[in-house]
């Protein structure tokens, strides 16, 4: 059985909980919450999750791993129902668990691979919490990436998605000066069988020459970007201390579109930022029909603690949720006309376990009830039903 692997947050969390079920194969009577602390409510449901944990295994060891675990240290560690903690930065290493290393470790079959090959961020984000619970950015060395790669592939996986909690600042920390494009280009040249190589979220200032020609012209390489976008309105981001104005967002997209007209973007948005007035609330729900975006993350804004943004003058909470609910209406009516222009459109999709997957621009699609995961299928869908193609 293993252990009971509860994951929160980020890509790179569910990552990570894949090679903590392989580490702890052998421990069943554990239960690690991999938790997140991007936000209060990620905290909030960190804690939720730690209560029922307890609840439904009584007996279990529960030990607290992932960003709150170092964020939220004190609070985490006072709840009665928690036995323990481990290091965001040790949790793959063995020695934190005091178990054996796991002499076959075992990858899960899924349709889809989440590899991270980067870690922490060496930013200083005035709303960003997280340096504290991932560190300084360090990348995976490419021969582990390959590795690793090579590993989900075996085992059945059809699509490999990049991971990291600053993607695109792989490399940096290597002797060569490899960048992320480089990266990407020796995965897919050493697997020409990976019919499908998708990226998570992406920082567009630190996109290099070759991983935007890639983006743009390889067909591997998943036609579906998602950008930490953060904001619309110029003040904002710079007292975000983004690196990015709202230009610059607009020009990469232009550029990448009239290049691949297919593409689909994602972004991550923040709701009521300290001193957001309404004309910047206007310009953060403008820039998603300017930009098209359909796959978007509204977050409302949440001080953490020791950011610069939580000394800065707040909203109203209430003011806060509105926002963020009319910043998620606007996703929402982009989203709806875009899988409106799906239909009748042939599409490529990856079948998944729930009946469901995803096509290559990342539209989920409902599928018939044959279907068997992990098989490749073109559909046409022909209505929309509960916000899916079908």
Known sequence: MGAEVISLGCRLNLSE???LRALLAAEDQLVVVNSCAVTAEAVRQTRQAIRRARKARPGARLLV???AA??????????PEVDGLIPNTRKLDPRAWNVAPARNPGTAQHTRAFIGV??????ACTFCVIPQGRGASRSLPVSAVLREVERHLDSGAREVVLTGVDLTSWGHDLPNGARLGDLVRTVLGAFPALGRLRLSSLDGVEIDPLLFDLLAHEARVMPHLHLSLQH???LILKRM????????AVDLVERLRALR???ALGADLIAGFPTESMAADAA?????HELGIVHGHVFPYSPRPGTAAARMPQLDRAVIKARAAALRAECEAVRSRWLTGQLGAPQRVLAERDGTGHAENFARVRLAPATLAGTLVTVTPTRISEGLLA
């Open 118 to 123: 980067q870690n922490g961020c060496d930013h």
């Open 17 to 19: 909980s894949e090679e």
């Open 241 to 248: 201390k983004r690196r990015h104005l709202r230009r610059d």
């Open 261 to 263: 007209p297919d593409l």
């Open 232 to 234: 619309g309105d110029d």
């Open 65 to 67: 791993t992932g960003c």
């Open 284 to 288: 953060n729900r403008s820039i998603v």
């Open 70 to 79: 170092e964020v939220e240290r004190a609070a985490l560690c006072a709840m």
